[in-house]
């Protein structure tokens, strides 16, 4: 039988989708800014094919989750969709050995390498101007806060203020990568629409999991 986890699992995900949802508008307006404006309407559209593949099946953990990100990156396309199936491919990855439960560290070793994997595939770092100027400061609190002995729900929610904090920031910089490159200048004053949207998904599921 499938274990609390997976029910958490699935809940996280329409928590983020009504997050996503909601900003739809003004994801696209921040994309437009400098790149195509289909960031929230791809983010939605990813994350509710993600929802559909996570309500079918999935007795463990992982396996909802590499589900739920190839869902994502087929349906959400573009580079958010295509990056955010492989965050959720290397988290699964990073929980797929049996056995294990799911300790607050065990957690964290996992989104620490589904964020490697973003960096890797995207060719991205800190200060490029992407989804992962919010992602690595909130891995790093998240990992501070754990360390440190806090349960998991109030770490995440506590990173989670940590990668709003840090995508606002971005808006300080210049594009380095992807479709926004060439129109840098432009985007200057605004927040990278990808962060903003991950800022918005953790703390959605930062709810979840603290409730
Ligand atoms: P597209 O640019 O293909 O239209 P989206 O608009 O959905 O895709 O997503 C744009 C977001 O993707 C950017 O705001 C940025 O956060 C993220 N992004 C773009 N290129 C990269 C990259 N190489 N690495 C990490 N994130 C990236
Ligand atoms: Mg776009
Ligand atoms: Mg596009």
Redo the contacts with the bound molecule.
């Keep these: 039988a499938a274990g609390p986890e997976v029910d958490l699992a699935r809940a996280v995900l329409v928590a983020m989708l009504a997050a996503v949802s909601e900003a739809e508008a003004e994801l696209g307006r921040l ?1 437009a800014i400098a ?2 404006g ?2 929230g309407s ?2 939605t559209r990813g994350l509710r094919a993600a929802v559909e593949a996570a309500t079918s099946g999935h007795s463990d953990l992982s396996s909802l989750l590499r589900a739920a990100g190839a869902a994502w990156s087929d349906k959400g396309g ?4 295509a ?1 955010w199936g492989v965050l959720l491919g290397g988290v699964a990855d990073g929980l797929a050995a049996d056995g294990q439960g799911y300790s607050a560290s065990r957690i964290v070793a996992a989104v620490s390498l589904g964020c490697d994997r ?1 960096a890797e595939v ?3 770092s800190v200060g ?1 101007k ?3 100027d919010a992602f690595v400061p909130f891995v790093d609190a998240l990992r501070a806060a754990v360390d440190s002995g806090a349960p998991l729900g109030a770490a995440w929610s506590g990173a989670a203020q940590v990668a709003t904090e840090a995508a606002a920031a971005t808006a300080d910089l210049r594009p380095r ?4 490159r060439p129109l840098a200048e432009r985007s200057l004053g605004s927040p ?4 903003v949207s991950l800022a918005l998904c953790l703390n959605a599921a930062g709810s979840v999991l603290a409730a």
């Design positions: 994309d790149g195509d289909d960031h791809g983010m573009g580079t958010s969709g990056l973003v995207g060719h991205a490029d992407t989804m992962l990568l992807g479709r926004a990278d629409p990808g962060a």
